[in-house]
């Protein structure tokens, strides 16, 4: 009986015990970094994780950030986000408060991101988030979190008008989307060019996550669309390819999202996935000069296959451009490793001002407007898949190679 | 024994009630302030499931319906977070008081599959309707007082632990559930009414639940389908309850202050091996299943219980005895 | 829009096809060992990923694995049924309860092994079956049948038709029958109980990894696609009665057509929320499933 009550106030005492905090003196910049290692999102989680180890790896490789000629190495913490707000909220607590970290690279989701942002902006410690893009944590306008994809509504346009611009002229479009906050908001920013482009939407739908969409799409092909549009995930981009082929129709053009450009989705759907389009603001070779690290998209590309055997996809490039943008404000204000609040107010007014090349294009974060501390620097880019490979087909300026139109049919594969 | 049960209880009280004092780390007190939510969500939930028999696997919702009510009132009508509270618990308890009716006739994995249906479709709805927000969720106005959501979850989950105390381990409402869960039929032989006291216990349980649902949503600041509406909350009061001891209120508490300290401590200082931590909890949770089916508490004070039974009734007189004698082989306190 | 209504029937009865091979072998087996089997989906996750790497090692036919896998995890089933049997049949607690606990800890244990082993991305199970398309044009109907789907189908209902033979022609299937019915009274009978159950629920997770070969060729794979599959599995199973066999294909074609239905005819955003709701209002009006005849 004793031993019984004993065992549960030692279990309860375990509780308290949280591991001892050290005063932070150190030579090394502590950089914790909250993303979805484990839940639903795990995918996305771990490829913002590829990007933010990346650029760490690349840093520490050339000695560290080099701050009024000294060469301070970095260190990334990490905390599991859980693909659960609650859980970030409290991951941002950990690292700031038990950690001490310096600064903070940003979850994979909005949704965590938004449950972030006002503990990050309430201990006034600066957060990039490399891969979160829903308009809505921009129109918030938090203080201290930035991100640097540009939001999706943002993108979304490009493509249209490359497709518009292909002959003959593609005139009817059907826009699914599926229903979960980036997804959705894709397809909305879909429609919204389509509208603006005269495109006649000939059917407008948002599905449940992660269902078959077979009988929508059998719906979809007796309208007979030139376009299709989708916005999804990575799961949902196979399934929909998949269901495409299924029931045998083949638009003029289909467009996804950025979820594409990744290997993973070649690999999965093979010659299926031939002359998909993509919109996206980043390809591993993309036309940028950098004089940060990498000295363009190719090497960063050829960086990532050597680490990950992966060339990375634009979420993974933005989250180590997310790293660079750091490096490049903490450069500018001299700052060394434990700041202390006014050094940080210091580096969020040189986040605001920075303009830099980098291999992912140019950073440059918005002060105002419904973008706030959105990365507006960078131009979207129409991408399709070409023999395995992604190739920039639009806007004008970054043409890689020609679009290839009409998309050939499934059948003749 | 039952002082110093009393005495224990009340330490541990009282260091709650101090702790903010002496700690000034506001992450243990963010960790404190989810582990004691966990431990009124625990709890609640086997009201329902483990004193009645009914297997809620939708108590997820009446969190999330608290959530959004809270999020909804703030946020759309303005009210302030004192006069929005209340109306979480409420909307709660209104949600289970018109789903009890036709749901409680079921029983066993029937009950559990319905409310589960139950709690996907109202997931579903939140997604689909405007003034939820969609998929995009709901941010609320952030007021980040670590001290203040400390204390108001910690004064709302010692309330709801006391009142349930009371009214199920003191009161004869507590037998005449644990009546139900032993032998419907006889119970309404005994002159119960089965249909309202399935109804009270089911309210019971929604009501804290959606008033938690509510504190969390003005304290996290951000509210979405997934994680409120979600299978979240159901399983881990499912998993926590299994593995404290059911039918009890020390057991489940018990379990969410292990099954939290647990997961928390895996998160916060093995986060390279967060899949382990997957297979560590599963394999943990089936385990415990076969080897302490009766759970942590049960197992560990069931041959004290055992050994004092004969002497000791504690049973109201007015009681009818047949009733306690269905109700005993449980009573694990 | 009624032209349409053929191919939403015609999808609509090719999904019910896939739910049939999810749902037919758990049904069985909660008729005959009262378990709701939590990790369902993940026994299929795992028969996905087996056929993914066979066809990737080999470069043959997934379809052509399907014995070997059924085999496979035939064993594996066989020999956890014992500790799912102690679960069940513990005098402790509340056994149904536990077995339903026991079978969540096992779901969140595979799922953690998966994306230890399999990585996190989604995929795709290439098969020669996945290429062509039956179109009825010339019959003067606007049908297509996916090639794929038409061998989901049939694998289907070869399964229901070699399940229904076991169980009504064969000693076995006596066994089981007097099992589900009375399980002491079977022992009496001389049944073995504990090696009847290890047959049937060996025979379930060989199935359900078969189908997730079958589900990766139609759909995709992926270390978290488990979840999804126990909800459908669930959902059969219920409308159908639960453990009662000969409901489970009606089941399952009427959670197709519901989906195709409304994913044509409604707005395919509300397809889940109508898909849980039906759920819900016949557990309510008819608590032992569509024909009244669950267990």
Redesign the interface.
């Known amino acids: 009986?004793k031993f019984?009550?004993v065992?549960?106030?030692l279990?309860?005492a375990?509780?308290?015990v949280?591991?001892p905090?050290h005063a932070e003196q150190r030579n090394f910049f502590k950089i914790g970094v909250i993303t979805e290692?484990?839940g639903?999102l795990?995918?996305g989680g771990?490829i913002t994780k590829r990007g933010y180890d990346l650029w760490a790896q690349e840093v520490n490789a050339k000695g560290g950030i080099e701050i009024q000629g000294k060469k301070y190495p970095v260190k990334l913490v990490?905390?599991?986000a859980?693909?659960?707000?609650?859980?970030g909220?409290?991951a941002a607590?950990?690292l700031?408060?038990?950690e001490k970290v310096d600064f903070i690279l940003g979850p994979y989701s909005?949704?965590v991101t938004?449950?972030v942002a006002?503990?990050v902006?309430?201990y006034k410690i600066p957060m990039i988030t490399g891969s979160a893009e829903?308009p809505?944590i921009w129109k918030?306008k938090f203080k201290y979190t930035f991100g640097t994809i540009p939001p999706i509504n943002f993108t979304g346009a490009t493509s249209i008008k490359t497709l518009t611009e292909l002959k003959p002229a593609p005139k009817t479009i059907a826009i699914i989307g599926s229903?979960?906050?980036f997804s959705?908001?894709t397809a909305e920013s879909y429609k919204a060019a389509a509208e603006k482009a005269k495109l006649k939407i000939v059917k407008f739908?948002?599905?449940?996550s992660?269902?078959?969409?077979?009988?929508?799409l059998?719906?979809v092909r007796?309208m007979k669309p030139d376009v299709i549009a989708f916005g999804g995930h990575?799961?949902e981009?196979?399934?929909f390819v998949?269901a495409l082929?299924?029931?045998?129709y083949t638009p003029k053009a289909l467009l996804m999202h950025c979820g594409i450009t990744d290997k993973?989705f070649i690999?999965?759907?093979?010659k299926d996935g031939d002359q998909i389009f993509g919109t996206t603001c980043w390809t591993g070779t993309a036309k940028t000069k950098s004089k940060v690290l990498w000295p363009n998209a190719a090497a960063y590309a050829a960086a990532s296959q050597k680490a990950f055997n992966n060339p990375g996809d634009y979420t993974q490039g933005g989250c180590s451009a997310a790293g660079i943008a750091f490096q490049t404000a903490l450069q500018k204000i001299g700052a060394k490793p434990g700041m202390d609040e006014a050094t940080r107010t210091k580096l969020i007014q040189a986040l605001e001002q920075i303009d830099v090349q980098t291999f992912y294009g140019r950073v440059k974060f918005a002060t105002s407007g419904e973008f706030y501390h959105a990365n507006v620097g960078l131009d979207p880019l129409t991408i399709q898949i070409q023999g395995g490979h992604v190739k920039t087909v639009g806007p004008k300026a970054s043409v890689e190679a020609a679009a290839i139109y009409p998309m050939k049919e499934w059948?003749s594969r | 024994m039952k002082n110093r049960g009393a005495t224990i209880l009340a330490i541990i009280g009282a260091a709650l009630l101090i702790l903010p004092l002496v700690v000034h780390d506001t992450f243990v007190l963010r960790v404190l302030t989810e582990g004691v939510m966990w431990i009124g969500l625990a709890i609640a939930f086997d009201v329902i499931a483990g004193y009645t028999g009914y297997l809620n696997f939708g108590h997820g919702a009446f969190f999330g319906i608290g959530a959004y009510t809270i999020g909804i009132l703030m946020m759309q009508a303005n009210l302030p977070f004192w006069a929005a509270l209340p109306a979480g618990g409420v909307a709660a308890a209104v949600v289970a008081l018109i789903a009890g009716i036709p749901t409680l006739r079921l029983k066993g994995a029937y009950f559990a599959i319905a409310t589960w249906a139950l709690s996907r479709a109202i997931q579903q709805l939140a997604l689909n309707v405007e003034f939820t927000g969609g998929p995009d969720g709901m941010r609320l106005e952030a007021f980040l007082n670590p001290q203040f959501f400390y204390y108001l979850m910690l004064i709302t989950v010692g309330a709801t632990f006391a009142i349930l105390w009371y009214l199920l381990e003191r009161a004869p409402f507590g037998l005449k559930l644990k009546a139900i869960r032993e032998d419907e039929e006889g119970a309404k032989a005994l002159g119960l009414n089965p249909t309202k006291l399935k109804m009270q216990s089911f309210v019971l349980s929604a009501l804290p639940t959606g008033i938690l649902g509510g504190i969390y949503a003005y304290w996290i600041t951000f509210i979405d389908p997934s994680s409120t509406l979600g299978d979240l909350v159901s399983d881990q009061a499912v998993v926590m309850v299994v593995f404290g001891g059911m039918g009890t209120l020390f057991g489940p508490a018990l379990g969410a202050i292990l099954i939290f300290a647990f997961k928390t401590i895996f998160w916060a200082y093995l986060s390279d091996f967060q899949l382990l931590y997957l297979i560590i909890l599963g394999a943990l949770i089936a385990i415990s299943v076969i080897f302490i089916p009766n759970g942590l508490w049960g197992t560990m004070f069931k041959r004290k219980a055992d050994a004092t039974r004969p002497q000791h009734q504690p049973e109201p007189a007015s009681e009818p005895a047949a009733l306690s004698a269905v109700a005993a082989p449980e009573e694990g306190n | 829009m009624m032209e349409l209504l053929p191919q939403a029937l015609t999808d609509g009865i090719l999904l019910g096809g896939i739910y049939i091979t999810i749902a037919i072998a758990f049904s069985l087996t909660y008729g005959v060992m009262h378990v709701i089997d939590f990790a369902v989906g993940e026994w299929i996750m795992f028969g996905a990923f087996t056929g993914y790497y066979l066809n990737k090692w080999t470069g043959l036919d997934p379809f052509l694995f399907l014995p070997v896998i059924f085999v496979l995890y035939f064993g594996v089933g066989y020999l956890i049924q014992p500790v799912i049997h102690r679960v069940l049949s513990g005098t402790k607690g509340n056994p149904f309860l536990m077995g339903l606990v026991f079978t969540f800890g096992l779901a969140i244990m595979f799922r953690g092994l998966a994306l230890t082993a399999f990585g996190f991305y989604s995929n795709s199970i290439p098969s020669a079956f996945s290429e062509g398309s039956f179109d009825l044009e010339p019959l003067g109907l606007t049908v297509t049948i996916p090639t794929v789907r038409l061998v989901g189908l049939a694998y289907a209902l070869a399964i229901t038709l070699i399940l229904h033979y076991l169980l009504k022609k064969t000693n076995f299937g006596l066994g089981v029958r007097a099992l589900a019915q009375h399980k002491d009274a079977a022992g009496l009978m001389g049944v073995n109980s504990k090696r009847t159950g290890s047959y049937v629920y060996g025979i379930y997770v060989g199935i359900s990894a078969m189908t997730g070969v079958l589900l990766g060729c139609i759909l995709s794979i992926g270390a978290q696609m488990g979840n999804e599959y126990t909800i459908f599995a669930f959902f059969v199973v219920v409308l159908a009665g639960m453990g009662y066999l000969a409901g489970v294909p009606w089941a399952a074609l009427l959670l197709g057509l519901v989906q195709s239905i409304f994913m044509i005819y409604f707005n395919p955003s509300h397809t889940l929320l109508a898909v849980f709701a039906i759920l819900y209002i016949i557990l309510l009006i008819s608590p032992r499933g569509l024909f009244g005849k669950g267990v």
Do not use: C, W
């Not at chain 1, 859980?82 to 859980?87: D, F, H, K, R, T």
């Not at chain 1, 082929?245 to 045998?248: A, D, E, F, N, V």
């Open positions: 009986m019984g009550f065992r549960v106030l279990l309860i375990a509780l308290f949280a591991i905090v290692l484990s639903d795990v995918t771990n990490y905390a599991d859980q693909s659960n707000p609650a859980a909220a409290a607590e950990r700031i408060t038990q909005s949704g938004l449950a006002p503990v902006d309430k829903s809505l918030n229903n979960d906050a959705k908001a739908s948002i599905v449940p992660g269902q078959d969409m077979t009988p929508l059998s719906a007796s990575d799961e981009h196979v399934k998949k082929k299924q029931i045998g993973a690999d999965a759907v093979g059948k």
